[in-house]
């Protein structure tokens, strides 16, 4: 089995950027540091709003990326162009990442927290993986753990899914100071994977998940190709350094 991929998401060095205006702290650099690092990738969400990540940013960070790791371009597919932002797929036309995960956020949400209802989204959403495709993209779908209908995935032309994992997160919090149901969302977290892989899709996931979790998730989701982290994985590196925590994270998916 191939080691699961880590791609970083530097959406936080550029919300750090934005809160001050300038340059500083650069999510280029940052990026930089992280594929030195040992990263296999770099993730960005790009918001309609632009309150951290920005067009022009992921103009930059493909540049960047290429020849040395995957970008990631994450959105909503459905939220229409307008001034700075061209819209999910004319970035990704311009951009040609290697791979495009579709999330169903809408703009006044502070972080996604679902994955997409497939039954009723699935007649928007084929058009436009069929364009992704097109340009050359992998898309993955941002889905919850034992969402029903996996089988639409496939059929509208996803290669994977990306599991939202913050349930998981919350519930092994709750665990650790000893409240909680234990499991529960881990083991649906397995299911999940295993019925996408049975379709033949890939499995991605991402939210919440930090070193003291990403251990105990890849230990029970089989063939996880790519984990994506960003907030905790920016707050460790405030104590302990950029580089170091990377590396930190290819440890514990090295030990998994």
Excluded: W
């Excluded at 699935?122 to 779908?141: D, M």
């Excluded at 049975?198 to 251990?215: E, I, K, P, R, T």
């Excluded at 302990?240 to 290819?250: A, E, N």
Aim: glycine fraction near 10%.
């Amino acid at each position: 089995m191939a080691t699961t991929a880590l791609s970083v998401n530097v959406n936080k060095v550029a919300v750090l950027r934005n809160s001050r205006g300038g340059h500083e702290p650069d999510p280029l650099r940052a990026a930089e540091v992280c594929l030195a690092a040992g990263a296999a990738g770099i993730t960005v969400h790009p918001r309609p709003d632009r309150r951290h990540i920005r067009a022009e940013d992921v103009i930059a960070l493909r540049a960047l990326c290429r020849g040395r790791g995957e970008l990631n371009i994450e959105g909503n597919p459905f939220a229409p162009p307008r001034d700075g932002y061209p819209g999910l797929i004319a970035l990704a036309r311009q951009t040609r990442p290697e791979q495009c995960t579709l999330v169903p956020d809408g703009d006044g949400q502070i972080t996604s927290d679902h994955g997409f209802d497939l039954a009723r989204d699935a007649a928007r959403l084929e058009p436009l993986v069929r364009a992704l495709k097109a340009i050359g993209c992998r898309v993955s779908l941002f889905i919850d753990a034992g969402a029903p209908d996996l089988d639409i995935a496939r059929r509208i032309g996803a290669d994977r899914i990306e599991i939202y994992t913050g349930p998981f997160a919350e519930e092994y919090g709750e665990r650790e100071t000893g409240s909680g149901e234990p499991g529960r969302q881990l083991a649906l977290c397995a299911q999940t994977a295993r019925q996408a892989q049975a379709l033949g899709l890939g499995v991605n996931a991402g939210h919440d998940l930090s070193q003291a979790n990403l251990g105990a998730f890849l230990g029970a989701v089989p063939d996880v190709l790519e984990v994506s982290i960003g907030h905790a994985l920016f707050g460790e590196a405030i104590y302990d350094g950029l580089s170091s925590t990377v590396r930190r994270y290819l440890d514990i998916i090295r030990a998994a």
